[in-house]
Nanobody
Framework: QVQLVESGGGLVQAGGSLRLSCAAS????????MAWFRQAPGKEREFVGA????????RYADSVKGRFTISRDNAKNTVYLQMNSLKPEDTAVYYC?????????????????WGQGTQVTVSS
């Protein structure tokens, strides 16, 4: 019932910035939370950050806290991930996720809608 499309990935040098977008369509009115995850080659998909829809509270992984910021545009049904001070270890495919259930926001299993992913590559 919900479709998610990520955009904004690319190649950037260490210390640079990127802004990812996740556009949601379909029946989005029941959304509880939206999140960003990332997966590097050969590694598990890991939590990056999330936004609680009802109050706009955000939560972040320790590895990105202070560098990444999640925001939303309710009118556009779009969530953004602003990534600053990028490091080579941030290189991964970044996925947008959404859930209409109450979940532990930092785990992937409760999210029932996923985007296709967008590649972020940070060079040294």
């Amino acid at each position: 019932q919900v479709q998610l499309v990520e955009s904004g990935g690319g190649l950037v040098q260490a210390g640079g910035s990127l802004r990812l977008s996740c556009a949601a369509s379909g029946r989005t009115s029941s959304t509880i939370a939206m999140a960003w995850f990332r997966q590097a080659p050969g590694k598990e998909r890991e939590f990056v950050g999330a936004i609680i829809w009802s109050n706009s509270n955000t939560r972040y992984a320790d590895s990105v806290k202070g560098r990444f910021t999640i925001s939303r545009d309710n009118a556009k049904n779009t969530v953004y991930l602003q990534m600053n001070s990028l490091k080579p270890e941030d290189t991964a495919v970044y996925y947008c996720a959404a859930t209409d259930r109450i979940v532990v926001v930092s785990t992937r299993y409760g999210y029932n809608y996923w985007g296709q992913g967008t590649q972020v590559t940070v060079s040294s």
